[in-house]
């Protein structure tokens, strides 16, 4: 309980330190590749996909979809995520399915750094159990309506633009 309030608040300081910095407004998506420690069971891989959304201007926030697959265990899952760019932080519920077991309801958090390829640090805990997950994914990222490239080029080309950052 102690590190999920711990995770929590300083998902909660991340956030409201960003109001003044600029955050992307993306859509990225990508395949994720973990390493699941903990549990009760043997380390395993897991792969999955997710797809995340990034808002256009103000407080840097965000909130992704995705789903994971171990031998034997599906997860899907979805995190409110804060973050300047090229790291941050994320939390959410999940939901794990597995063969001849109750699903389980849990909580997962997420600690992460990327441009395009990045890495993951992600903890998952439910009733009585908790599981540590280091991984790497990659990223397709892109705008909608557009490139991120020609929003930026359109905002500064000219030098009577009004677009500033607060």
Request: glycine share 12%.
């Amino acid at each position: 309980m102690k590190k999920l309030f711990i995770t929590l608040s300083l998902l909660l300081c991340l956030m409201a330190t960003g109001s003044s910095l600029q955050a992307q407004h993306v859509i990225s998506a990508g395949p994720m590749f973990h390493l699941n420690f903990g549990g009760g069971g043997k380390t395993q891989m897991s792969y999955g996909f997710e797809v995340a959304y990034w808002n256009a201007f103000g407080v840097p926030y965000g909130v992704d979809l995705g789903f994971d697959y171990e031998r034997g265990a599906w997860r899907l899952y979805s995190e409110a995520q804060a973050g300047v760019v090229y790291a941050g932080m994320a939390a959410g519920p999940y939901l794990e399915f597995r063969k001849d077991e109750a699903v389980k309801l849990g909580l997962q958090t997420s600690v992460w750094a990327n441009v395009y390829l990045g890495i993951d640090m992600r903890a998952r805990f439910t009733r009585g159990e908790s599981r540590f997950a280091p991984g790497l994914y990659a990223k397709y990222v892109f705008t909608p309506g557009g490139g991120l490239w020609d929003e930026f080029r359109e905002n500064h080309e000219s030098e009577e633009s009004d677009w500033d950052w607060d």
